[in-house]
């Protein structure tokens, strides 16, 4: 069977490049460079609910676009960063860096800006057809915030965000009627040298998983049942091999964490700073109600992985995972069988900041 994944770019220009990969015969081909506005890199990119748009996070703004089939992407409209004045400056590096879609009503879009002037979230609606309409909210955190991934609970009531530069973990909780947020709860890392980059949750709704960025470790909080918030557990598990040099922290820093479609297995990444020192992926194995059972594996990535090293999961099995590299520019595609981790497709693309994350379309 064929499937498509798209990707984008770090740096200008901007463009979206369609690949396809054969699960027979494990052929990994592109297949489609889309040109969008060239200086609108889309460094973070998401579907809506139908995979009928793709949001983009592209330097200054929120970009949108209409998905008639793998190859036929059409740019709509680019949104600027709105919530301060210095943040849409070309002047300042205060950046758009992810985006995540609503799968319920009203389907908004969540950005988070990075940076400095990232203190605020950017909330956006769609109008019928899923382009992005205006932005209706932008929430407050703090100052010094620097977001740089956020996850809902399965029933999209509450959205939980891990701040990279204030090095806390955020709750808010969604206005089903508008979409909106409020503030519940912020909460510390549990190291002053943590600092959360990246959440992703447990179908349960019992397990927030936190990936810190320069503490290079994933750590488990439980969801209190009544506030809702994370509970630190105390449980961490090393994103690189223990006891490998690491001069003042700063030769390795971690990127994400997914869930396997079936809840059963979840995938982490780190990045390494040097161009000749690989990245790691590891591999978990998860409980019924989403408890780490085990640390399955740590293996070295095929390079440092540059700003990506970026694992994505397909959304129909736990067999197929890709992997994304800006140091010298690939796609690949993993699969996962018998609790073992295999590359079985290649593809180079030799395109300015490729590639940043992949996304499954079917």
């Known amino acids: 069977m064929l499937h498509h994944l798209m990707v984008g770019t770090w740096t200008p220009p901007g463009a979206i490049f369609t690949f396809e990969f054969d699960d027979e015969t494990l052929s990994l081909k592109m297949i489609k460079r889309t040109p969008i506005p060239e200086d609108e890199p889309i460094s973070w990119m998401t579907f809506d609910h139908a995979k009928k748009n793709i949001y983009g996070a592209a330097m200054k703004k929120w970009s949108s676009f209409t998905v008639k089939n793998p190859t036929e992407i059409i740019h709509n409209v680019s949104h600027p960063m709105g919530h301060d004045p210095l943040a849409a400056s070309s002047e300042t590096n205060t950046r758009a860096i992810f985006c995540l879609a609503a799968q319920k009503p009203p389907y908004n879009l969540y950005g988070n800006p990075f940076y400095d002037h990232a203190g605020w979230g950017n909330v956006f609606s769609v109008n019928q057809e899923g382009s992005l309409d205006k932005c209706v909210q932008n929430y407050e955190y703090m100052p010094k915030t620097g977001i740089h991934g956020m996850v809902f609970d399965a029933s999209e009531t509450y959205l939980y965000s891990a701040d990279l530069r204030g090095n806390k973990i955020w709750t808010h909780k969604k206005d089903p009627e508008t979409g909106h947020l409020t503030l519940v709860n912020c909460l510390e890392a549990p190291d002053p040298g943590d600092h959360p980059r990246w959440v992703a949750i447990h179908p349960s709704g019992a397990y927030l998983y936190v990936l810190m960025e320069a503490g290079n470790r994933l750590a488990?909080?439980?969801?209190?049942?009544?506030?809702?918030?994370?509970?630190?557990?105390?449980?961490?598990?090393?994103?690189?091999?223990?006891?490998?040099?690491?001069?003042n922290g700063k030769m390795y820093r971690s990127d994400v964490v997914f869930l396997s479609p079936s809840g059963k297995y979840m995938f982490a990444t780190?990045?390494?700073?040097?161009f000749k020192v690989t990245g790691y992926i590891a591999a978990f194995a998860l409980g019924p109600k989403g408890q780490v059972e085990r640390q399955i594996c740590l293996n070295p990535t095929p390079t440092s992985g540059g700003h990506s090293n970026a694992v994505s999961p397909c959304f129909w099995s736990d067999e197929w995972l890709a992997l994304t590299d800006d140091q010298e520019g690939w796609l690949e595609i993993y699969r996962w069988k018998d609790e073992f981790l295999g590359r079985v497709a290649h593809c180079d693309v030799k395109e300015p900041g490729f590639g940043m994350n992949a996304i499954w379309y079917d």
């Not at 909080?221 to 490998?244: A, K, R």
């Not at 780190?270 to 040097?274: F, P």
């Open 270 to 274: 780190s990045r390494s700073n040097d």
């Open 220 to 247: 488990v909080y439980v969801i209190d049942e009544n506030t809702h918030c994370p509970v630190f557990t105390y449980n961490t598990y090393p994103l690189i091999p223990p006891g490998i040099p690491n001069p």
